[in-house]
């Protein structure tokens, strides 16, 4: 017999902050609004239906939240191609646990990210807000 402790409800609501934050904050700065409204087409980075997931236990919600704040540490910070093996790391351990992501280092590169005007993206997050 195993027991399974499954996840608490703040873990789950950091992993859609954490995925929110990543659509909001990374996508629009390597990929244009057309691939990632494709990206959401293709669940990408989406967390599955069935809670009898690995996922939706104690450790797995707990290594998809790190994986994911360890990959944005990559890409936000000044870490070069060196970082690629921890990279691609944490991508296996969110594919593991069911997450798609089906991304590499390369994806994120410095060439990528001059290509797309995160203002005028509809994914990024207002850099104002109108109050009525």
């Known amino acids: 017999m195993k027991v399974v402790v499954a996840a608490t409800e703040e873990q789950e609501e950091k992993l859609d902050e954490l995925i929110h934050y990543f659509y909001t904050s990374i996508f629009p700065r390597y990929f244009n609004d057309c691939e990632i ?3 959401l087409n293709l669940n990408t980075l989406r967390l599955p239906v069935q809670k009898d997931d690995s996922l939706y236990t104690l450790d797995g919600a707990f290594r998809a939240i790190c994986s994911i704040q360890v990959i944005i540490l990559i890409l936000e910070g000044q870490y070069d191609s060196k970082h690629t ?10 594919k593991e646990l ?15 990210e001059g290509n797309t005007n995160i203002i005028f993206s509809m994914y990024s997050n207002p850099t104002n807000q109108l109050l009525i």
């Open 37 to 39: 409204a494709e990206f």
């Open 85 to 94: 093996l921890l990279f691609d790391k944490n991508v296996e351990i969110l």
């Open 98 to 112: 069911g997450l798609f992501f089906p991304f590499s280092y390369k994806n994120f590169s410095s060439q990528n």
